[in-house]
């Protein structure tokens, strides 16, 4: 079974940076569709980031130029480098990988503050 596990959310101020990392088990994250979403209290789920099979990432307007996705194939692990943050980025950060057969897996999140 397809798992995946958050972490790296914290309290930083405006103008710093943070590293979130998910872990997945069960799946390889090179060959599936990955995503970082967020939520914010009170607003809809948004997808900040994917990165498609072949390698193709496509960001948020919101967050382009200050967020940036990789992949450590050799630790099956997703990270998101957030520099630049802004206190509209405080949310609820999740990660998402969708197999080749349309099926959708989601973390439990990890919360990320950003004060002002």
């Known amino acids: 079974q397809v798992q995946l596990v958050e972490s790296g959310g914290d309290l930083v101020q405006t103008g710093g940076s943070l590293r979130l990392s998910c872990v997945v088990s069960?799946?390889?994250?090179?060959?599936?569709?990955v995503d970082w979403h967020r939520q914010a209290p009170g607003k809809q789920r948004e997808a900040v980031v994917t990165i498609s099979r072949e390698g193709v990432t496509n960001y948020a307007n919101s967050v382009k130029g200050r967020f940036t996705v990789s992949i450590d194939n050799a630790k099956n692990t997703l990270y998101l480098q957030m520099n630049s943050l802004k206190p509209e980025d405080t949310a609820a950060y999740y990660c998402k990988l969708t197999s080749e057969y349309g099926i959708t897996y989601w973390g439990k999140g990890t919360l990320v503050t950003v004060s002002s």
């Open positions: 069960g799946g390889t994250v090179s060959s599936n569709i």
